[in-house]
């Protein structure tokens, strides 16, 4: 189940095509990009119209694509594990916030996963409190703001 989550994730890789400054339609086959580029006197006099060129780009941009992917597909399998080794539901297991932006639509922020006591089963509540609190600790927080934890957050 958790190969299955990140394999899931890498595989949208297979179909990474680059954009080439065309927004975020889909991305441009080889065809539309040659194209596009022969069409332009610059990129086709120095031969950037080329199918080879059109490789390039989608393996460097499918390279980071791949490691963004690995970075989601783990946040997934975290999440699970929270799910599952604290008896937690998805949406106890998972946060997220928006950020107004410059226009009407704002971005959503998600993290990779919470875990908030109340939710915890009483058998795991203790261990989880303790845990949080020597984290809060460590961390040098002040006696009151350790006994207001409501939860984690990563």
């Known amino acids: 189940m958790y190969l299955d989550l990140l394999l899931k994730a890498i595989r949208i890789c297979a179909d990474y095509r680059p954009n080439f400054g065309q927004g975020r339609r889909g991305g441009l086959t080889v065809e539309q990009f040659t194209q596009l580029y022969g069409a332009d006197p610059f990129y086709s006099w120095f031969g950037l119209d080329s199918p080879l060129i059109y490789t390039a780009h989608r393996v460097a941009g499918g390279m980071t694509s791949i490691y963004r992917q690995i970075g989601l597909g783990c946040q997934w399998v975290f ?17 997220s916030y928006n950020i107004p932006g410059v226009t009407l639509k704002g971005r959503k922020l998600s993290l990779d996963g919470r875990i908030p006591i109340r939710s915890v089963t009483p ?3 203790s261990v989880i ?3 949080l609190r020597e984290a ?3 961390l040098e ?7 207001a934890l409501k939860g984690a957050a990563f």
């Open 141 to 147: 927080l002040e006696s009151d703001a350790i006994e």
């Open 79 to 95: 999440n699970k594990i929270l799910q599952d080794a604290l008896s937690l539901n998805e949406e106890e297991a998972n946060w």
């Open 123 to 125: 058998t795991k509540m």
């Open 129 to 131: 409190t303790k845990w």
């Open 136 to 138: 809060a600790s460590m």
